[in-house]
């Protein structure tokens, strides 16, 4: 409530959360947001796009005038946008710059399990990694973060994490100038101290950290001058633990176009969009000329969403330029049919250290995938608020607990929220990368989870050869 009264949003009419406090500090929401750059690559000589990211230590102001250490990548918090097209060849060239060994993982990226980025591929202080492959995928909003067990909480949290889209092409009509009408927005709350580091502990507690500061794209307080009649926002949860319910502040509507991995195959309208860590969603709101309104997130009743919190003022210039109506139909990547004969895999998520009574072990394979696969993954959760990653996959949300998702959460995913005491069933499409000694992981994405063991590996290989596959392998170090 603190928070709320100094971001101030003394004119919004809320949407249900009853009186707000007058503003505290009239002159919040005055930090320009910052929009990440796009990254240019630059094409090597057999026509692969090379893109070039060194994780390093550097200083930002994450409250105006306090400069404070923080990571990013290329700079000194957060990361380029990487913008690359179905197609495509792709190197990456990831320099590590600081202290300590990390990993780059494509968060939500289609590619063989060498390339993903994992906590089996470690890169050392001073040390460079060149992962390449061929974009082949649908258009979607992906991301990229380290990975490194045990670690990967406090290096998002100081700063480690950027976008990743993909483009397809198939839905010209929608808004796609980077940084005017197509903007990211990395959500992620901090704890921060008076002299504006942040503090707090990612690794205690039952979810690890959950700030009462907000920042989108690294700014607190931001605003953003609007000058296109409709925005398409990609909304990334790059927090460590908190869940978002996404609403404007006074209470408009707005469509959501995509999810994690994929359009939707026609826009929803919503007036509220919920993301747990690491789920992302396209959403596109319409302004009117010289209107101002608030995106906020409101509390939702649960353990990893307290507080009402104003994240970005939209400030719509007197003149918008006009945009394409929104289509009706869009490009979406055709429905995940579940085969008549589908394998079942269960996991049972208690506590916050294991997945099916066992704790992340980087030397056991835990399941054998066959190549091409689609299966039903059954995901239960016997206690509180957790949540669902799986590398390499696309799935599509079955059911939680026997209902249907929302429409606007019906697409293409490879994150998803867990309700506490709930049963969640996923339809899972895998790829057809084998490599029976390279695992891909699946997770809770509360970060502290991931690291206190809640994850478990998977590999991929040649239908027919899975009972053969050995279930110990090398570990990184
Ligand atoms: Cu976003 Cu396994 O990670
Ligand atoms: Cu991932
Ligand atoms: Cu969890």
Redesign the pocket.
Known sequence: LAIAALSGLASASACGSGERPATADPAAFRTELRVPPLLEPKPDRDGTRHFALTMQRGRSELLPGRPVETWGFNGPHLGPTIRAARGDRVRMTVTNRLAEASTV?W?GMRLPAKMDG?PHQMIEPGGTWSPHWTIDQPAATSWY?P?PHGRTAMHVYRGLAGMFIVDDGDTPELPSTYGVDDVPLVLQDKELAEDGSPTGDVLSGTFGLLGDRMLVNGVHAPFMTVRAERVRFRILNGSNARRYHLVFGDGRRFHVVGNDAGLLPAPVEVEQVSLSP?ERAEVVVAFAPGEQVFLRTVAGGDDIDEGDFDLLKLVAAQRLTSSPRLPARLAAPAPIVVPANAGVRRFRLNGHDAINGKEMDLSRIDEVVPAGATEIWEIENTVYAHNF?I?EVAFQVLDVDGDKPAAYASGHKDTVYVPPKSTVRLVVKFGGFTDPVTPY?Y?C?ILRHEDSGMMGQFVIVEPGTESRVSRTIATPH
Do not use: F, K, L, Q
Request: no cysteine; hydrophobic share 10%.
């Open positions: 993982h968060h994992g973060h990975h690491g990653h590398h992981m997770h994405h």
